[in-house]
């Protein structure tokens, strides 16, 4: 049997668990995004070694350069913090932030799949859908383009081959793997055409002159190049970082800075369309 003094003994801890079951139950807030950016001192981004002019790494030096690698600096330098580069890839970018390695990753186009896993700024330029096509083919509309008799090269399931279903649906379309196959199917006399969207297309052209010429078809198309968060309860992150690219687009800094960093591929201001905008 149990004695008055042994019960009270259990009865006082009871006391003191119920006490402090509200601290253990109740989770600790995790930090946001922002908050770790202050505190650490650090704003961690991805970088693409190969994905000139956004991303390059010098083989040589290790160096970065490009114009989200300027741009990215220049949010750092905003904040205070230092810029901290971590190699990545285009399809590993969205995992990435998602496990926490990177703060923010720019140059994703907010598709419908990953606008399902992660959050997105509004865009920080617009890159408008041109083709480059053979030399003797005349054609400056999209309308021009839409006849089956034209053969268009298109890497398969990118935002090039979703123009393509919305300009040129009566084109022989030809989905291939890569871009880079769809520029050898060009290349080759196979395809009369490639979509590409212009800082890939102004790259290309001034690499080989000779592939064809660049056209920007009318009307007008764009798609966007987004920055991307990992989703969290709290906002402040991602709404810190839009409103400082809405700043910097209207002052004209994105706009200068991707002119800038164009010439690591070879292309100068000269070279730009006359309706280029972003």
Not at 11 to 40: D, H, W
Request: net charge neutral; aromatic share 8%; glycine share 6%.
């Amino acid at each position: 049997m149990i004695n008055r003094r042994t019960f009270n003994k259990f009865a006082g801890l009871g006391v003191v668990a119920s006490a402090l079951m509200p601290f253990a139950t109740t989770q600790v807030r995790a930090a946001s995004s922002l908050e770790r950016v202050k505190s650490s001192g650090e704003l961690r981004i991805g970088g693409v070694a190969d994905g000139a002019p956004y991303y390059q790494k010098s083989l040589t030096d290790g160096q970065w350069r490009g114009f989200y690698i300027d741009i990215c600096q220049k949010l750092a330098d905003d904040l205070g913090v230092k810029l901290k580069i971590t190699e990545t890839t285009w399809g590993n970018s969205v995992l990435d932030l998602q496990s926490q390695k990177i703060d923010v990753f720019f140059g994703l186009n907010p598709t419908p799949a990953r606008e399902k896993v992660i959050d997105f700024s509004g865009p920080v330029f617009k890159n408008a859908f041109t083709m480059i096509k053979r030399k003797d083919l005349e054609a400056k509309s999209w309308e021009d383009f839409n006849k089956s008799n034209i053969r268009i090269a298109v890497d398969a399931g990118s935002s090039h081959d979703s123009a393509m279903g919305r300009h040129a649906p009566n084109a022989t379309i030809s989905r291939l793997k890569t871009a880079s196959d769809a520029t050898a199917a060009l290349q080759s006399g196979r395809a009369d055409a490639q979509c590409l969207v212009l800082v890939l297309a102004l790259s290309l052209v001034a690499k080989n002159p000779a592939i064809g010429d660049l056209v920007m078809p009318t009307p007008l198309d764009f798609t966007t190049s987004n920055a991307g968060f990992r989703r969290e309860d709290d906002a402040s992150w991602r709404e810190f970082v839009d409103k400082w690219i809405s700043e910097h687009r209207e002052s004209g800094f994105i706009k200068s800075t991707i002119i800038k960093n164009m010439e690591l591929v070879g292309v100068k201001e000269t070279d730009l369309p006359d309706d280029f905008e972003i």
